[in-house]
C-alpha cells in the first residue's frame, strides 16, 4: 500500500514569515513529486513539481526532495494571507501513472 | 492559460440513476485522468487512460464505472448506477507528453439523494 503522510496542520505562520511544509512517502520507487494547493471547495492547483534530489526554487516557493530520507518538503517565504489554504503533497512511479495524494496540510498566515 | 473545464459544476441525482460527468482536457494533452475527494477526505485516483484505452484504474474504479473519449475533446466518466457513497467532488485532470504534471479541472460536485 502506497502511503503519502502530511500533517494535517492547521499550521499558523504570521504574515512575512517562511512556512515549512511537509511530506513522507512509503513507496521507495517514487519518482515524481507535486505539491498542490487546494482553497476550499475548490480543484487542487499544481504549485510545484521536483523530481532530482535537491531544492529547487520558483519565486516565493521552494521544493525540496531527499529520496534517501523518502521525504519532500515545500518552503513559502514572505507567507501572505492569500497563501492560506491546504497544502497537498502528490507522489507517482513515474510521470505519467496515478498520483498518489497525501492528506494535506492546512496553512494560515494570519496578518 | 489553457486549463481543463469540468461540466457541470454540480450534479443531483437519484440513488441508482445513472449520471455522466464531462470534461474538456487541455487541447495538447494526451494523458486524461479521473480523481475523486469525498468530502473532508484525500483526493483518490480513479482511473487513468491514453492512446483510448484504460492505463491503470484503482480498486474503487469498479464494473459500475467506465470512461470514454467520445471525440476529439471530451473524456467522460459514467456511474451506471449510482450509490449514496459516491456522492463526492470528481475531478478531470490531464497531462502532455513527457515529464510534465498533471492539471486539474475545477471539479463536479456529485450528490446522490
Known amino acids: 500500500q502506497k502511503e503519502v503522510e502530511q500533517n494535517s496542520g492547521p499550521l499558523s505562520v504570521p504574515e512575512g514569515a517562511i512556512a515549512s511544509l511537509n511530506c513522507t512517502y512509503s513507496d521507495r520507487g517514487s519518482q515524481s513529486f507535486f505539491w498542490y494547493r487546494q482553497y476550499s471547495g475548490k480543484s487542487p492547483e499544481l504549485i510545484m513539481f521536483?523530481?532530482?534530489?535537491g531544492d529547487k526554487e520558483d519565486g516565493r516557493f521552494t521544493a525540496q526532495l531527499n529520496k534517501a530520507s523518502q521525504y519532500v518538503s515545500l518552503l513559502i517565504r514572505d507567507s501572505q494571507p492569500s497563501d492560506s489554504a491546504t497544502y497537498l503533497c502528490a507522489v507517482t512511479n513515474n510521470a505519467g501513472n496515478m498520483l498518489t495524494f497525501g492528506g494535506g496540510t492546512r496553512l494560515m498566515v494570519k496578518p | 492559460e489553457p486549463e481543463v473545464t469540468q461540466t457541470p459544476s454540480h450534479q443531483v441525482t437519484q440513488m441508482g440513476q445513472e449520471v455522466i460527468l464531462r470534461c474538456v482536457p487541455i487541447s495538447n494533452h494526451l494523458y486524461f485522468y479521473w480523481y475523486r475527494q469525498i468530502l473532508g477526505q484525500k483526493v483518490e485516483f480513479l482511473v487513468s487512460?491514453?492512446?483510448?484505452?484504460?492505463?491503470?484504474k484503482s480498486e474503487i474504479f469498479d464494473d459500475q464505472f467506465s470512461v470514454e473519449r467520445p471525440d476529439g475533446s471530451n473524456f467522460t466518466l459514467k456511474i451506471r448506477s449510482t450509490k449514496l457513497e459516491d456522492s463526492a467532488m470528481y475531478f478531470c485532470a490531464s497531462r502532455a507528453v513527457g515529464d510534465q504534471p498533471q492539471h486539474f479541472g475545477d471539479g463536479t460536485r456529485l450528490s446522490i439523494l
Open positions: 521536483i523530481y532530482s534530489n
Open positions: 487512460f491514453y492512446n483510448n484505452e484504460i492505463s491503470e
